[in-house]
T-cell receptor
């Protein structure tokens, strides 16, 4: 069974700092990996989708990388802002584990003004 | 704004009761997945519907059941509610076969908060 781990569980940084969130998964047979943002009490907002054949995706200040063979992905946030404060979740869809996404427990990010 | 709408947003039920949660998928999406997210945890896959048929199920008992309608909207039904069913229930829609089809992004609604007392 696919297991997804996110480190750190919580992170607090001053505004303007660059930061990296980590995601690891146990089964490298994946179709894709997706990063989401979740604000308190809200649903999930998709940030970036990386296909298994891709190495990275960028959107604005966000950059996500994927190393499928080592079972790792990182989400890089440049020049963090207080509005970036949220929980960040990564999810993988396996190529031999049906149609579900497996989620990590998330990294809770606080950006201090 | 993802175009995925869920109702109700919050509800409180008593142990042993039954609940129905509803989801309207984003226009053009024919696949709907349901997830349960307990407090402080990541979402857990319940099941998925593609063109009105169940197309994958997670590790949830049969008292969790669902439907998908011809317009691709969906319902999640939970019978004999237990205290541990208290969670945020998330609906996600996408296009194509499977969650994410051929790699498409899935879009989540805001969820339905269920409290069982």
């Amino acid at each position: 069974k696919q297991e997804v781990t996110q480190i750190p569980a919580a992170l607090s940084v001053p505004e303007g700092e660059n930061l990296v969130l980590n995601c690891s998964f146990t089964d490298s047979a994946i179709y894709n990996l997706q990063w989401f943002r979740q604000d308190p009490g809200k649903g999930l907002t998709s940030l970036l989708l990386i296909q298994s054949s891709q190495r990275e995706q960028t959107s604005g200040r966000l950059n996500a990388s994927l190393d499928k063979s080592s079972g790792r992905s990182t989400l890089y946030i440049a020049a963090s802002q207080p509005g970036d404060s949220a929980t960040y979740l990564c999810a993988v869809r396996g190529s031999n584990t049906g149609n579900q996404f497996y989620f990590g427990t998330g990294t809770s990010l606080t950006v201090i003004p | 704004e993802t175009g995925v709408t869920q109702s109700p947003t919050h509800l409180i039920k008593t142990r042993g009761q039954q609940v129905t949660l509803r989801c309207s998928s984003q226009s053009g999406h024919n696949t709907v997945s349901w997830y349960q997210q307990a407090l402080g945890q990541g979402p857990q896959f319940i099941f998925q519907y593609y063109r009105e048929e169940e197309n994958g199920r997670g590790n949830f008992p049969p008292r969790f059941s669902g439907l998908q309608f011809p317009n691709y909207s969906s319902e999640l039904n939970v019978n004999a509610l237990e205290l541990d069913d208290s969670a945020l229930y998330l609906c996600a829609s996408s296009w194509g076969l499977g969650a994410g089809g051929s790699g498409n992004t899935i879009y989540f609604g805001e969820g339905s908060w269920l409290t069982v007392v």
